[in-house]
Nanobody
Framework: QVQLVESGGGLVQTGDSLRLSCVAS??????YAWFRQAPGKERAFVAANTWRGGRARYADSVKGRFTIFRDNRNNTLYLQMNSLKSEDTGVYYCAAASDSKPPSEESGIDYWGQGTQVTVSS
């Protein structure tokens, strides 16, 4: 059974940093990603990478502030978020795909985590 279990969300202030984690289990994947859903908006792409790493891609709104990476030792996916802004507030979802091409749309995702809330207070 495939599972993506996220943690690390919370309430922070503008300019703070936060690291989201996602433990992946149940099978091997080709790529993984993070999406987020802001209040009143549709879920949107944040970042993605191949399972092996080295092909990270980011939404323009987070480039230079967020980093996506994976720890091979414990199959944990991460999203390091620095210089947080109020517009980064939302529910963040870990996602994985069988295809090795890093997905930037929901249609490219095969598995989703349950989501974790990030609130950035100004």
């Amino acid at each position: 059974q495939v599972q993506l279990v996220e943690s690390g969300g919370g309430l922070v202030q503008t300019g703070d940093s936060l690291r989201l984690s996602c433990v992946a289990s149940g099978r091997t994947f080709g790529s993984y990603a993070w999406f987020r859903q802001a209040p009143g908006k549709e879920r949107a792409f944040v970042a993605a990478n191949t399972w092996r790493g080295g092909r990270a891609r980011y939404a323009d709104s987070v480039k230079g502030r967020f980093t996506i990476f994976r720890d091979n030792r414990n199959n944990t996916l991460y999203l390091q978020m620095n210089s947080l802004k109020s517009e980064d507030t939302g529910v963040y979802y870990c996602a994985a795909a069988s295809d090795s091409k890093p997905p930037s749309e929901e249609s490219g995702i095969d598995y989703w985590g349950q989501g974790t809330q990030v609130t950035v207070s100004s």
